[in-house]
């Protein structure tokens, strides 16, 4: 078993209000977070919450929903945040290069921050890793290692044993991640509360490992013992069902369990091990853990899409647990973290049939593809 290294602060010196709106979202939370540099950051933060009561059910929208679309941040997704941290403690330790293993956002985001920050960069990741993920990486001038999944790790600790080598992610078989990395997440505790004037009843959040889970559920405690909020938010696990080691891990009752790797479309969240901050973060808030199946997950990312969102299937899956959630100890709104775009998954190559550029013939085809009377 591996546990976290955790930063702590002097909250002596944190702010006595819900933030300086002048400042953009790092510089803002500066006192309580790790030292960052302005050659690291890119405009993370400061993503919008939007109300999506017209994608979720009667009872859960009549308490009020909202998304946070971390989809908004400079390379479309949360990791961002994280990387504004990690890549600062890199240009603090001398580093020249980055290394992270990943499968998608957290690979994109490290190396577009690493370029911003004059470093050079190493994604390892796997052949089958999504096109969109890949030109991402290549277009930041960072360089993808193809290995099958399994093989990432003992990649990333045989490149550890060079100089000047630096890594923003997992080096061990029970993740524990960068200590930096949860800070950067505090944040989205922070602007939540700033935008909603209190914390809400909940925050519900696709995990895979949890770095995100904990650090939103440190900067919600942070905020209530400083007298901020009123109250700590329950802080609610959305897994893949065919997966789900925190579920398990809580359900069992011990600090990490792995789970066999069974198949499912949501990839973002698709691992096999929990970190331990995970089960901190969901027992110390009385929160719950959920799974969502494949199918329930895609039926929520199409009624996000019609409200104008368009996500990933790992951060819709959420939105489809809302109504499992069964149990609430305080009055007001849920809040979903919405954390990529649905841009960066594999599209299916689709055959389409070309209309001729007249009234009738745009008429019969809309009719004939969809069903829709122009």
Not at 158 to 176: E, G, I
């Amino acid at each position: 078993m591996q546990y976290p290294l955790e930063l702590d602060f002097d909250y002596g010196t944190a702010p006595d209000r819900l933030g300086d709106g002048a400042k953009p979202s790092f510089l803002r939370w500066q006192a309580l977070l790790p030292p960052l540099s302005r050659q690291a950051c890119l405009g993370a933060g400061d993503t919008p919450l939007i109300e999506i009561g017209a994608a979720v059910q009667a009872p859960v929208r009549e308490r009020g929903v909202f998304l946070k679309d971390e989809s908004r941040n400079p390379t479309w997704s949360h990791k961002d945040r994280l990387n504004v941290c990690t890549v600062s403690a890199a240009l603090q330790e001398g580093a020249s290069t980055v290394i992270v293993a990943s499968s998608g956002n957290h690979g994109v985001s490290a190396a577009a921050h690493a370029a911003r920050a004059g470093l050079r960069c190493v994604v390892v990741t796997m052949p089958e890793v999504s096109p969109a993920f890949r030109e991402m990486i290549l277009a930041y001038g960072a360089h993808p290692v193809f290995l099958p999944a399994e093989a990432r790790w003992p990649a990333m600790r045989a490149m550890m044993q060079l100089k000047s080598v630096y890594p923003v992610s997992n080096l061990t078989p029970v993740h524990t991640g960068h200590p930096w990395g949860p800070e950067g997440y505090k944040t989205i505790a922070y602007e939540i509360a700033a935008d909603l004037g209190r914390a809400p009843a909940a925050v519900v959040v696709p995990t895979g490992y949890g770095e995100m889970l904990f650090g939103i559920f440190k900067g919600f405690r942070e905020l209530r013992d400083l007298g901020l909020v009123a109250h700590l938010p329950q802080i609610v696990s959305v897994e893949p069902a065919a997966r789900g080691p925190l579920h398990r891990a809580l359900a069992t009752g011990v600090p990490a369990v792995s789970v066999e790797p069974r198949p499912t479309l949501q990839s973002g969240t698709a691992c096999t091990v929990n970190s331990y901050r995970a089960v901190v973060a969901v027992r110390e808030s009385g929160g719950l853990s959920l799974l969502v199946d494949d199918e329930e997950a895609g039926q929520a990312q199409r009624a996000l899409a019609r409200q104008g969102l368009w996500q990933e299937l790992s951060p819709s899956a959420s939105v489809a647990a809302l109504g499992k959630i069964d149990r609430l100890e305080h009055d007001g709104p849920m809040v979903v973290i919405g954390c990529s775009t649905g841009l960066k998954e594999p599209a299916a190559h689709r055959e389409v049939r070309v209309a001729e550029p007249n009234l009738a013939s745009i008429r019969a085809y809309l009719k004939s593809e969809y069903g829709f009377d122009l």
